[in-house]
């Protein structure tokens, strides 16, 4: 049996190769934290949420500054220091607006670690973790929205 030349289906090949390479690129999952930040409708993103407090008390956050467990402050893998973030606790429906200092958290499967102001205003000292969502403020908005935001 003769083949053809391997250049005749090289030609044949590359605009197909090249069209899968610029799909591929598309399709590539984005860290939820970057979509927060783009999206240009408020996106909300769902999970674990943990404290931090007294055994790092006055200690320099990743940002440079002293962390403050008295202050309504958070730690994010992503999001830009000074990001404000809407908290709200799905057990209880609370919601608190942290500043984000530091990165953070380190546990698997943690989208977010509190100051102790912050989680005691979301009633979760006790427990420690809390399922809650999170809605990254833009544009000048300086208050958290209703408990629908979806």
């Not at 250049?7 to 860290?31: D, E, I, M, W, Y």
């Not at 709200?88 to 499967?109: C, E, F, I, M, Q």
Request: charged share 20%; with cysteine; net charge positive.
């Amino acid at each position: 049996m003769n083949f053809p030349p391997f250049h005749t289906f090289r030609r044949a090949l590359v605009p197909v190769f090249l069209g899968l390479v610029c799909l591929s690129g598309n399709l590539q999952a984005q860290p939820p934290e970057a979509v927060l930040v783009a999206a240009s409708a408020p996106a909300v993103r769902t999970g674990q949420a943990s404290w931090y407090g007294k055994e790092l008390h006055q200690q320099r956050t990743a940002s440079g500054e002293r962390f403050n467990m008295h202050d309504l402050t958070a730690a994010h893998m992503r999001l830009p220091f000074g990001s404000q973030v809407c908290v709200r606790s799905l057990a209880n429906g609370r919601v608190v607006k942290v500043r984000v200092n530091d990165r953070g958290p380190y546990a698997r499967k943690r989208i977010i670690d509190l100051s102790y102001a912050a989680a005691k205003a979301l009633d979760m000292v006790q427990r420690g973790t809390k399922q809650v969502e999170l809605l990254v403020l833009k544009n000048g908005n300086t208050a958290c929205p209703g408990t629908a935001w979806r």
